[in-house]
Nanobody, 115 residues
Framework: QVQLVESGGGLVQAGGSLRLSCAAS????????MRWYRQAPGKQREFVAL???????NYADSVKGRFTISMDNAKNTGYLQMNSLKPEDTAVYYC?????????WGRGTQVTVSS
């Protein structure tokens, strides 16, 4: 059983930056697709970014040019670098790692952006 633990969330002013981390208990990133999702209060969980094991990436339109997803296979850790943060980025951010036969979720980390 693989566990994912997100960290790096916090309170930041608009225009600031945060880097979220997603640490896995096993060596899975080299063969997995990693996604970040977020869920704001009263809203559905939404896709933010993904990175495939090939290195291909994709982003939600709302974060393109501001967020960058990456993986460090040696550290079994994925990242989401968030720049130029806006109040509407406030949400709980979740890491999701998908293998061919199973999907894992972290418990989330809170990001709050003040105006």
């Amino acid at each position: 059983q693989v566990q994912l633990v997100e960290s790096g969330g916090g309170l930041v002013q608009a225009g600031g930056s945060l880097r979220l981390s997603c640490a896995a208990s096993g060596n899975i990133f080299s063969v997995a697709t990693m996604r970040w999702y977020r869920q704001a209060p009263g809203k559905q969980r939404e896709f933010v970014a993904l990175m495939m094991s090939s290195g291909s990436t994709n982003y939600a339109d709302s974060v393109k040019g501001r967020f960058t997803i990456s993986m460090d296979n040696a550290k079994n850790t994925g990242y989401l670098q968030m720049n130029s943060l806006k109040p509407e980025d406030t949400a709980v951010y979740y890491c999701n790692v998908v293998l061919p036969t199973i999907s894992y979720w972290g418990r989330g980390t809170q990001v709050t952006v003040s105006s």
